[in-house]
């Protein structure tokens, strides 16, 4: 899956700025640093979505060892950077067969009763957040550490 690099930055009272260097004019803003995830893969989606419509190709996404070493992310003591995946539409759904722990799939059948989902839906649904979650974890920035010299 496709994934493009954004720069989150803290912006203090005004909440969190979120830019896509690869993408000139993919912006988002977010209160909390939790709902910067989401406002930047919407901001990605729309971004894209226009583009595909307007019949712009999308530049090639940068590593994010390049991102980092932009200027805009040396100026700021307070940017990290995300990997926001490009959502794939969605496909052809396709009947799959796997073996489950029978209780498990019993509380799954109870939890997808309760939210009005089948459990096709309710598995779906947890999948899908799980690994949004595990794409829109922001990058640590590495530390640099000074090293002392030891006296022999």
Known sequence: MRSYVAIVDNEGEAGFG????????????AATFDEAAE???EALALFVAEAAELGY????PRRPDAIRSLPEMRKSRGAALMV???????????RVNIM???NLLAEIDRAASQNGLTRSGFLERAATTRLRAE??????TPRRRSLRRVKS
């Open 84 to 94: 926001v995946p490009l959502s794939a539409p969605a496909g052809e759904r396709e």
């Open 100 to 102: 489950i722990d029978k």
């Open 18 to 29: 979120i830019v896509f260097p690869d993408l000139p004019g993919c912006v988002a803003e």
């Open 135 to 140: 794409s829109s974890r922001p990058m640590q």
């Open 57 to 60: 190709p999308l530049p090639e």
């Open 39 to 41: 406002r930047a893969r």
